[in-house]
């Protein structure tokens, strides 16, 4: 499985911005998802997860009802819409897949988001 982030960008606090994971390979729908971001001088965080089947989420407290997490297995895709953001929530935005126990055996490229004040 081959994942590719995009979407990110530069966006003034307060604004939204919506990220997507795109996948290649039948099986991404079977997989679960997870979103993580690292910012710079950081080490890289979660920030969200969903389940292969859409119906179970999970998300980090920092963004807990700003940011939704959503899929589209009949596209391969995963988006994550960020909104009400804020300048702590500058970073690369790094999509995952295929959760083994606490880790996911697929990375993608990440995408920048950067938010000014």
């Known amino acids: 499985v081959q994942l590719q982030a995009c979407g990110g960008g530069l966006v003034q606090a307060g604004g939204s911005l919506r990220v997507s994971c795109a996948a290649s390979?039948?099986?991404?729908?079977?997989?679960?998802v997870g979103w993580f971001r690292q910012a710079p001088g950081k080490e890289r965080e979660f920030v969200v997860a969903i389940s292969w089947t859409g119906g179970s989420t999970a998300y980090a407290d920092s963004v807990k009802g700003r940011f939704t997490i959503s899929r589209d297995n009949a596209k391969n895709t995963v988006h994550l819409q960020m909104n009400s953001l804020k300048p702590e929530d500058t970073a690369v935005y790094h999509c995952?897949?295929?959760?083994?126990?606490?880790?996911?055996?697929?990375w993608g490229q990440g995408t920048e988001v950067t938010v000014s004040s």
């Open positions: 995952a897949a295929d959760l083994d126990g606490l880790r996911y055996k697929f």
């Open positions: 390979g039948r099986t991404f729908s079977r997989y679960d």
